[in-house]
């Protein structure tokens, strides 16, 4: 176990490996982001719902293992290209991180101490049991502060990149479910996608990026739920890749 990350089940070759980047609302005793603590259980801080209903598919046995960053996204972003200026944020949706104004020492220290590891273990993880199938699992704000007149009317977005094989599946499967389904929505995969890329478009393993709209997975019901729709779609896309 490790700061960076929280391993959850087993991996198994052949399986179903799910990566929730920003499952931790997490800040160890030693940073200071200088932010009201009460943004910590907001969605610039942490992907409310992922951690819970990645536990949920794990015990339902629709995944295998789990791989959760340890820490919140305003600590250090995952999700992003190791030399992004947003892999250490300085503002998120109109809040400014003024702890995160670091020097290049401070950054490279907050690198090595959390991104690196973080990404060592999925890579580690991939190469000794190979997954059929990655789940990236986030969760989006149905609002914006800074933007919001913006309509974000998904109940789950599907995001993917270059590698398009599970995209129309896993959309299929989630309507299948009655939910509004985004395709590449409420963002782009081929615009932010930095861990699918890294780990499964490089290494050919099959994917696809899942967005739960946060106000449906805020409460153990809703969570469950949840659980149960990504369970179904996690069957008929593991089918589909053994068709």
Known sequence: MSEAWTALGMPRAGGVLLIGDHASNHVPADIDLGIDPALLNEHIAIDIGVAEVAALLIEAGAVDAAILGGVSRLVVDC?????????????????????????????????????????????????????????????????????????????????????????????????????????????????????????AEANGVPYVGIEMRQDLVRDGAGQGLFAERLARMCSKLSLYIAG
């Not at 599907?158 to 409420?186: F, H």
């Open 79 to 199: 999700n992003r290209d190791e030399d992004a200026p947003g892999a250490v944020p300085i503002a998120s949706d109109g809040h400014a991180i003024p702890g995160n104004a670091l020097d290049q020492a401070g950054r490279e220290a907050r690198m090595a101490r959390f991104f690196r590891p973080y990404h060592a273990h999925i890579a580690a993880t991939i190469a000794a049991a190979r997954p059929a199938m990655i789940l990236s699992l986030h969760s989006f704000t149905p609002s914006l502060a800074s933007d919001p007149e913006q309509a974000r009317p998904w109940q789950v977005g599907v995001l993917y990149n270059e590698d398009e094989r599970l995209a129309a599946p896993a959309i299929a499967a989630l309507a299948t479910e009655g939910l509004i389904v985004g395709d590449q929505l409420p963002y782009s995969g081929k615009l932010l996608n930095a861990t699918m890329n890294r780990h």
